[in-house]
């Protein structure tokens, strides 16, 4: 068995169809995967996690919050790029971040590119730090696809078709696609 530490997704999976789902899809149904293995999964949009933590901060609960958000097996994070972060919110992501680093699992969906991670959280070196950890121990696999949700306009054609799926993996070579072989820590 492997541990398969963190995913990032960058892009539609392609389905079987050769149409492209959305990285929600995939990531929700790994989230799947490993809760039907009995794993305790957290999912949530960047932008409401954020909101979150920003309350749990003004509450004085950030500690219980940033605790809680260690537990879970899986943390599954989407939508990274759809909504500006702000300062104290990058603040809070990245110590999300530093707590799960080489602890637990996450699943990220993005549909913007590392470089543009500085744009997205206004801070580059908080960015910087982020990727730093998600991306140690990965292997990357790029994946091309048209949006599934488009399908019935097959010439329409979006600004962002390219995309990358991060494996994370540590110091273990990488599992079989299949989620069967799933173990997540």
């Not at 959305?22 to 954020?50: C, M, N, Q």
């Not at 909101?51 to 899986?74: C, H, T, W």
Request: glycine share 6%; charged share 20%.
């Amino acid at each position: 068995m492997h541990i398969v530490r963190d995913y990032l997704v960058n892009s539609p999976r392609p389905s079987p169809s050769g149409l492209a789902l959305p990285a929600s899809a995939h990531s929700l149904s790994l989230a799947v995967a490993a809760a039907e293995k009995g794993k305790r999964i957290y999912f949530s949009t960047l932008s409401d996690l954020v909101l979150s933590l920003v309350e749990a901060e003004k509450q004085g609960r950030l500690r219980e919050r940033l605790a809680a958000l260690r537990n879970p097996s899986l943390l599954v994070v989407d939508e990274i790029g759809y909504l500006p972060i702000t300062a104290s919110g990058t603040n809070l992501f990245f110590q999300v971040v530093n707590a799960r680093y080489e602890k637990g699992s996450m699943i990220l969906t993005s549909n913007k590119s590392f470089k543009e991670w500085g744009e997205i959280f206004g801070d580059s070196v908080a960015a910087s730090a982020m990727l730093d950890r998600l991306l140690h121990h990965c292997h990357i696999v790029n994946i091309k696809g048209n949006s599934y949700r488009l399908r019935q306009y097959p010439g329409i054609t979006l600004p962002q078709e390219a995309s990358t799926t991060l494996r994370h993996y540590r110091k273990r070579p990488p599992a079989p696609e299949h989620t069967e072989n799933l173990t997540l820590r």
